[in-house]
Nanobody, 120 residues
Framework: QVQFVESGGGLVQPGGSLRLSCALSGTIFSAYAMGWYRQAPGKRRELVAVIMSGGSTNYADFVKGRFTISRDNAKNTVCLQMNSLKPEDTAVYYC??????????????WGQGTQVTVSS
């Protein structure tokens, strides 16, 4: 059984930072690409960032230069460092895992989500 443990969400002021973490168990972590999606109220779920098993990364244009995704295969964790947060970054952030290759990522396992709220 694949399980995710997500942490790090919360309330932060505009311009602030948060670090999301996700620990995965029950599958071969190192074999999968790992990603973060987000969904704001009334909006579609969208890809934020993905990191391949080999470490290459891709980011949505709206977070480039502000967010950094990383993974630690020894600890089965993936993190999303979010800096210079904006109110429009407010959303539920979902950790996920699945097969990936350059230009392609198909999440098949999903975490429960963690709320990020950016507000003064």
């Amino acid at each position: 059984q694949v399980q995710f443990v997500e942490s790090g969400g919360g309330l932060v002021q505009p311009g602030g930072s948060l670090r999301l973490s996700c620990a995965l168990s029950g599958t071969i972590f190192s074999a999968y690409a790992m990603g973060w999606y987000r969904q704001a109220p009334g909006k579609r779920r969208e890809l934020v960032a993905v990191i391949m098993s080999g470490g290459s990364t891709n980011y949505a244009d709206f977070v480039k230069g502000r967010f950094t995704i990383s993974r630690d295969n020894a600890k089965n964790t993936v993190c999303l460092q979010m800096n210079s947060l904006k109110p429009e970054d407010t959303a539920v952030y979902y950790c996920n895992a699945g097969p990936g290759s350059p230009g392609s990522y198909t999440p098949i396992y999903w975490g429960q989500g963690t709320q990020v709220t950016v507000s003064s």
